[in-house]
C-alpha cells in the first residue's frame, strides 16, 4: 500500500480499509494515531480525509463493516442455511481459522470491546457476537445438544475469543489451532 502511494497510484477506499484493519490490530484503538495511519497506508492526511471525512472513527467503522461482512457471508450465512449441521459446524471452524490465520489476526470486535472504544463501537462489537451465536445455536441443536445449545454456542464464541488471546500472549499459533480442534469436536460431539 503504501510503495503504490509512494510511486503515485492512488489506492481505493477498498484497498486501504484492509490495511487499516492490519494497524488497529497491530497498535489497537489507543496506539492508532494518525501518524501511524499516514506511515503504514502511505497516504496523506488530505486522501484519508477525503476517504473518511471522519477521521480515526469511521476509519474504525469501515473495518468492523468489512471484518463483520466477510462473518456475515463466509460464516453466519452458511450456519443460517444449515441442513447439513456437522458439515456446517466444520465448515464454520474451517472458515473461522482461515480468516484469523491460525490465531495470528486479531479480532477487532473482541478488541474494540475491552477499552475506551466500547463507548462507540459496543453495540456494533454486541451484534456481532450476538450474531454468531443466533446462527450457531440452532446448528448445534441439530447436533442433538438440545436445550444447551445457546450455552455452548456461547462457550464456543467464547472460547474462540479466547483461543486468539492465548495464541497472540503466546505467539503460538497451533495453540488456536488445538483450541479450535477442542471446541469442534464439543459442538460435533453430540450425536443423534
Not at 109 to 115: D, E, H, R, Y
Not at 133 to 148: F, K, S, Y
Request: net charge neutral; charged share 20%.
Amino acid at each position: 500500500m503504501a510503495r503504490a502511494a509512494a510511486q503515485g497510484e492512488t489506492p481505493s477506499r477498498s484497498t486501504v480499509v484492509p490495511v487499516l484493519a492490519g494497524v488497529f490490530g497491530d497498535h489497537g484503538w489507543n496506539g492508532t494515531s494518525l501518524s501511524v495511519i499516514t506511515r503504514t497506508t502511505g497516504l496523506g492526511k488530505g486522501s484519508l480525509y477525503h476517504y473518511f471525512p471522519r477521521g480515526k472513527t469511521e476509519m474504525a467503522e469501515a473495518v468492523l463493516d468489512d471484518v463483520d461482512a466477510w462473518f456475515q457471508v463466509n460464516v453466519f450465512a452458511p450456519l443460517q442455511a444449515a441442513t447439513d449441521a456437522r458439515l456446517r459446524s466444520q465448515q464454520m471452524f474451517a472458515q473461522t481459522l482461515k480468516y484469523f490465520q491460525s490465531g495470528r489476526r486479531v479480532c477487532l470486535f473482541g478488541a474494540f470491546s475491552l477499552g475506551m472504544e466500547r463507548a462507540l463501537f459496543g453495540s456494533r462489537v454486541a451484534k456481532y457476537f450476538s450474531d454468531w451465536i443466533d446462527a450457531l445455536t440452532p446448528v448445534l441443536r441439530q447436533l442433538g445438544h438440545g436445550e444447551d445449545s445457546r450455552g455452548l454456542a456461547e462457550e464456543i464464541v467464547a472460547g474462540i475469543q479466547g483461543a486468539l488471546v492465548l495464541a497472540r500472549a503466546s505467539d503460538d499459533g497451533l495453540s488456536f489451532e488445538r483450541l479450535l480442534t477442542r471446541l469442534e469436536t464439543a459442538a460435533l460431539g453430540v450425536t443423534r
